[in-house]
């Protein structure tokens, strides 16, 4: 008899936190800033915001492409459902991705915490057939922490120059 081990959990619960020396109105002006992610997050290939307004607001659509380390682009959308401004934005996710996420900003003495957190599974049906094994989910897993490392390390930059 063979045995075969199976992760099964193929949700991702991924939590990005980090700081910004700067006013959280400044962290909240990149945030929403989407169709400029590009310029600066090497990992978006592609975001196109539906309707008049280049930055984000409640019921906004945005489609992304993203690529991170590995060879595989992601194709997603975003509603925004919830927008609290220069507090949270709350988005239901679909296509390659489907769940919710949320961002959420809190200021304390000009120093801004910034958690970014998604709730998503893969739905390609290879990525998804992965997904349920240990291995590859930590290597998505990775791919994703990739991505938010160097999108963190620029957005500093850019929320530091926002705030000077």
């Known amino acids: 008899m063979k045995y075969r081990s199976f992760y099964m959990n193929r ?3 991924l939590v990005t936190q980090c700081t910004f ?12 800033n989407v169709t400029a ?5 090497a990992c978006i290939d592609d975001v196109v915001i539906q309707g008049n307004e280049p930055t984000l607001q409640e019921n ?11 060879p595989h682009s992601l194709r997603f959308q975003t509603h925004v459902t919830k927008y609290i401004p220069f507090s949270r934005i709350e988005m239901s996710v679909s296509g390659d991705l489907e769940g919710t996420g949320f961002s959420t900003l809190d200021e304390h003495n000009g120093i801004t915490l910034a958690t970014f957190h998604w709730n998503v599974a893969l739905t390609p049906p290879l ?7 240990r291995l590859f989910h930590k290597i998505f897993v990775w791919n994703h922490d990739f991505a938010m490392k160097y999108a963190i390390k620029n957005m500093q930059k850019r929320v530091h120059h926002a705030s000077t």
């Open 60 to 70: 906004s659509d945005i489609h992304y492409t993203i690529k991170g380390f590995l």
């Open 11 to 13: 949700e991702y619960n």
């Open 127 to 133: 990525l998804n057939y992965l997904s349920k094994w």
């Open 37 to 41: 992610y590009p310029e600066w997050w």
């Open 21 to 32: 020396q700067a006013p959280v109105k400044a962290v909240w002006d990149v945030t929403v």
